[in-house]
């Protein structure tokens, strides 16, 4: 049974890459729909994903079926041949390279330029706009297509070799859709919940946009804490009252309109009470009057604010942070975990410069704990203290029975400091 099941790819190529596309392109939007825009089961748009299930039965299981297969297999007709020679064979193979070379250069260059790309945006424009104007869309294409096209390279020119040197043509379609639902499976679980950026999202290729997402994220994962500015004045600026709309607007314009601006900030409403904690810089000879015009302020007398100066740690009394860590702890709810994985990182000299704890809910309805913390460290950190850091954590992550124990280093540079 399973041999016969194996055999049909390679008996009916055409149905098969239809069948893959028209599935994987309906699980790419289901993916976005209820991952990325949040929507429940009864709140699915069925037409617009039946429209995508179309796209994709047609363009990317019929049309591209027919250029990677017939008409790739006609200009390059050794195409199938060379894809089935072992590695050190196809290194040997001066003319198979080079149609290898001819045909991803046709793909990705001639291809979705002129017509992959405009025929996607076009359904895309059609499904997903309240009043659709291709006029519009096209230009908007025109306008990023540069961007567009250097993202797309970046991780279609790859596949694409990979893809024409080792596929057989039967498993060119379902490569190609493989990769694709991969790519928005991966900015799906990155960017759950980001409702503006949905309709790029749903492209089943790279652009411009997502590539700058997925940049950010890891930037996000990487980022290590930097020290005060020892040219301006810095302030703390603290503050808790009944909860009502608008009072971080309030304080945020306030601080602005006195010329200071926003470093670090932590708002939150615990209960009825909103408390917010934050870091301001500012030009020195504005110091008091920003103080002044928090504390003047009737809106913001709810919320009793509290202003104190800053200073900055002088140099001899304290070493330049070297190395900065990320943390990312996550364990099921037990009373003193903040505080056993706080004592372990005082013990190994490291200093904790921001930390933020939560509650939520884990696999089963299970309560979670989670914390992340920026640490940093005076230290050189050589790899046996790496390994020896690593190793009270694993430890530590068996006796508090931690799901998830992950730490991010960066080495830090003078300007970072």
């Not at 070297?322 to 099921?332: C, L, S, T």
Request: hydrophobic share 45%; proline share 4%.
């Amino acid at each position: 049974m399973w041999q016969n099941l194996a055999k049909i790819p390679i008996k009916h190529p055409l149905a098969f890459g239809v069948g893959v596309s028209t599935v994987k392109t309906s699980a790419s939007d289901l993916l976005v729909q209820t991952v990325v825009e949040q929507r429940q089961l009864d709140q699915i748009d069925w037409k617009r994903n039946a429209a995508f299930a179309t796209f994709g039965c047609f363009y990317l299981g019929g049309v591209q079926y027919a250029i990677y297969v017939p008409l790739f297999g006609r200009l390059f007709p050794n195409a199938a041949n060379f894809a089935s020679k072992p590695i050190r064979e196809k290194m040997k193979d001066v003319k198979g390279v080079a149609a290898l070379c001819g045909q991803v250069f046709l793909d990705q260059f001639v291809h979705h330029p002129f017509l992959y790309f405009p025929v996607f945006y076009a359904t895309r424009e059609v499904v997903m706009a309240e009043k659709p104007d291709l006029v519009r869309c096209m230009s908007t294409y025109k306008k990023n297509m540069k961007e567009d096209l250097t993202a797309l390279w970046k991780v279609w020119v790859p596949s694409t070799f990979i893809n024409f040197a080792f596929m057989p043509m039967w498993a060119r379609i379902p490569w190609v859709a493989g990769t694709s639902l991969l790519w928005t499976c991966i900015l799906s679980a990155m960017r759950g919940g980001d409702v503006m950026h949905s309709e790029e999202i749903e492209a089943p290729f790279p652009v411009g946009t997502t590539l700058t997402m997925i940049k950010e994220s890891l930037d996000d994962i990487f980022a290590s804490p930097v020290d005060l500015d020892k040219n301006l004045s810095h302030i703390c600026i603290s503050g808790a009252g009944p909860d009502r709309i608008g009072y971080v607007a309030m304080m945020a314009r306030a601080v602005a309109d006195s010329g200071g601006n926003v470093t670090h900030s932590k708002m939150i409403r615990l209960g009825q009470e909103f408390t917010t904690l934050m870091h301001v810089s500012i030009e020195p000879e504005k110091q008091q009057q920003l103080i002044k015009s928090l504390r003047d302020n009737k809106d913001l007398k709810p919320m009793n604010i509290r202003a104190s100066a800053l200073k900055r740690r002088q140099t001899g009394s304290y070493k330049d942070s070297v190395v900065g860590f990320k943390i990312h702890v996550v364990g099921a709810d037990r009373p003193g975990m903040l505080a056993r994985i706080a004592e372990l990182i005082a013990s190994r000299n490291m200093s904790i410069e921001d930390v933020t704890t939560e509650i939520r809910r884990g696999r089963g309805s299970r309560r979670d704990f989670v914390i992340t913390a920026d640490v940093v460290t005076a230290e050189k950190m050589d790899q046996h203290h790496l390994d020896s850091l690593v190793a009270d954590f694993e430890l530590l992550k068996k006796e508090l029975n931690l799901s998830v124990v992950d730490i991010r280093i960066s080495h830090m540079s003078q300007e970072t400091q």
